[in-house]
């Protein structure tokens, strides 16, 4: 009995009766805020995803190189190499459609000339305006 109050009085997480009344407070505030941060987490999905992860890495015969690589394939994000493949078409893509953007002004100037056509000068007549 003595020993498991000692170890109750050691352990940094659980409030004991040798602190201030202010100080128990703060402990029990921080203690509820944890609890409710990992309330949080089970209900969002995070500490099971996170578990079969973990559990999927140390079941890995030939472990990775980098642990923290073989976690985010794992969750879903894409690898360094994966990321950069990405980057590349992203800029590839936001060039054409800089370009695309550029082509289309430059077609819808010239169909608003060509719907309206500068005023006629007299002695014109009715030509055709010229390509």
Same mark, same amino acid.
């Given at each position: ?6 170890? %109750? ?6 409030? =004991? ?7 128990? =407070? ?9 609890? %409710?941060?990992?309330?949080? +987490?089970? =209900?969002?999905?995070?500490?099971? =995803? +996170? ?8 079941? $890995?015969?030939?472990? /990775?190189? @980098?642990?923290?690589?073989? +976690? ?7 690898? /360094?190499?994966?990321?950069? %493949? ?6 590839? +893509? ?7 953007? @550029? ?14 056509? /500068? %005023? ?10 010229? $390509?």
């Amino acid at each position: 009995r003595r020993r498991a109050a000692l170890i %109750a009085r050691a352990s940094p997480h659980a409030p =004991s009766d040798h602190h201030p009344p202010s100080a128990r =407070s703060r402990i029990m505030a921080t203690e509820q805020k944890k609890e %409710a941060f990992r309330k949080y +987490l089970e =209900s969002a999905g995070v500490i099971d =995803s +996170l578990t079969k992860v973990l559990v999927s890495l140390y079941e $890995e015969p030939d472990k /990775p190189a @980098t642990a923290i690589d073989f +976690l985010k394939s794992n969750l879903g994000g894409p690898t /360094p190499a994966e990321y950069e %493949a990405l980057m590349e078409e992203k800029n590839a +893509l936001a060039a054409e459609l800089e370009k695309t953007q @550029t082509e289309l002004a430059a077609a819808q100037t010239k169909i608003e000339e060509l719907e309206n056509p /500068p %005023a006629a000068e007299e002695g014109e007549g009715d030509a055709a305006p010229a $390509e």
